[in-house]
């Protein structure tokens, strides 16, 4: 479905409601940094065929530089993409083929890792202000495309458009990636398609301003917060900060959906992803190496450690 089209009075548009909620658990990651885990893990209760091509959501969130001043040394990644999103702090990343960045407040970056990538992520210390806010995402390749070159696509905070209600500034969307409106985010993904948007909305405010895909697994992870999801209001589900909420998806080709949201009493802040599932492939991982097949996984072990990244 081109999403060009989205005005058209020929499509067809459905309302996404909600298939199941799941809480955020604390755990730690890198070496030793505290996170919550919204998606990734099965104490969560969503099952990763239920969120394909997504495969783990990540939140760094700390007034504290000993949560995450540890980082994420040298470490590999084979078979699927990561984007990072910095809304406090700055991150150093650099890799094995001599790529070095510095991401900043309101910047992100979409690394397909691909055939393989070594890199580290390091926090930079700020000895004035400590806070760190960041969130990492991590998104499936398909088969056909898990030993492509690795790529980059970074981006500063003046690259991401931000829109704002113009007519009672109830809303900001900033988009990363996918089309809202009219309006296009930087990050381009040609193989899953995907949205990603960071929305605030004001306190008890509706807002039905997001058009997805029919074809798209979608969910929401809200960090601040609080608010109602999916329609039509009879059946929209209160969702929580820290929480996630996964869209059912009828998977129509020739059909767009709308989401729902009401803010609660202190507003909300939440980020939306959705991306076109990954069908008939198995997911086997290893840590940092997401294939398809055992075998395939004891090759990315054996080229790594052999340097064959």
Known sequence: MLMNNYKSSDIKMNERIIGKISTSINTTDGEGVKIKRSIGSGEIGIRNDELSPFLLLDEIRSNESSDYMSGFPTHPHRG????????????????????????????????????????????????????????????????????????????????????????????????????????????????????????????????????????????????????????????????????VALFLNNGDENSLDTIQVEAGSDGVKFLLLAALPIHNEKVVQYGPFVMNSDAEIKKAILDFRTNNF
């Not at 605030?200 to 929401?220: C, G, M, Q, R, Y």
Request: with cysteine; hydrophobic share 35%.
């Open 80 to 243: 699927f993409i990561t984007v990072t999103y910095m809304l406090k702090g700055e991150m150093r990343h650099t890799d094995n083929r001599g790529n070095q960045g510095l991401l900043k407040e309101g910047s992100a970056q979409f690394m397909v890792a691909g055939r393989g990538i070594v890199h580290s992520e390091m926090p930079i210390r700020n000895y004035i202000d400590q806070s760190f806010f960041a969130f990492q995402l991590w998104i499936n390749l398909p088969s056909a495309k898990k030993m492509i070159d690795p790529s980059y696509q970074d981006y500063d905070s003046t690259e991401i458009p931000t829109i704002i209600d113009k007519h009672f500034n109830d809303y900001t969307v900033k988009v990363l990636a996918g089309q809202f409106k009219d309006t296009f985010g930087p990050i381009v993904d040609e193989n899953l398609k995907t949205f990603f948007f960071d929305i605030e909305l004001k306190p008890n405010t509706k807002f039905t301003d997001i058009i997805i895909p029919s074809t798209h697994n979608a969910f929401v992870y809200v960090y601040n917060g609080n608010g109602k999801f999916g329609g039509p209001t009879c059946r929209s589900k209160f969702v929580k900060i820290n929480q």
